[in-house]
């Protein structure tokens, strides 16, 4: 089992930038695929990145490519995502979760973090 606590989130001006973390504790992180999901208010969740077993990365949203770098940091057990040139559609919470396996369910999240971006 892992827990998964994001920090890093804030309020930025358009065009400005914010790296989001993920810290994970528990059974040993580099055995679980890690992702980046987001809601902003009155829609549903998207998944945003993730990052396989192995550190592929994956951009599931196709406005965040380009501009979202998502990386992991096994020797200190922490998940990053990578925002440059926000807008303010990027606006939401962003979720951290964690997965045994680079397919399938999530099967732990965190508690998520405010990314405001103003025009």
């Known amino acids: 089992q892992v827990q998964v606590a994001e920090s890093g989130g804030g309020l930025v001006q358009a065009g400005g930038s914010l790296r989001l973390s993920c810290a994970a504790s528990g059974r040993t992180f580099s055995s679980y695929s890690m992702g980046w999901f987001r809601q902003a208010p009155g829609k549903e969740r998207e998944a945003v990145a993730q990052v396989s077993r192995s550190g592929t990365s994956t951009y599931d949203a196709d406005s965040v490519k380009g501009r979202f770098t998502i990386f992991r940091g096994n020797a200190k057990n922490t998940l990053y995502l990578q925002m440059n040139n926000l807008k303010p559609e990027d606006t939401a919470v962003y979720y951290c979760?964690?997965?045994?396996?680079?397919?399938?369910?999530?099967?732990?999240w965190g508690q998520g973090t405010q990314v405001t971006v103003s025009s």
């Open positions: 979760a964690a997965r045994s396996s680079d397919s399938g369910p999530w099967d732990y």
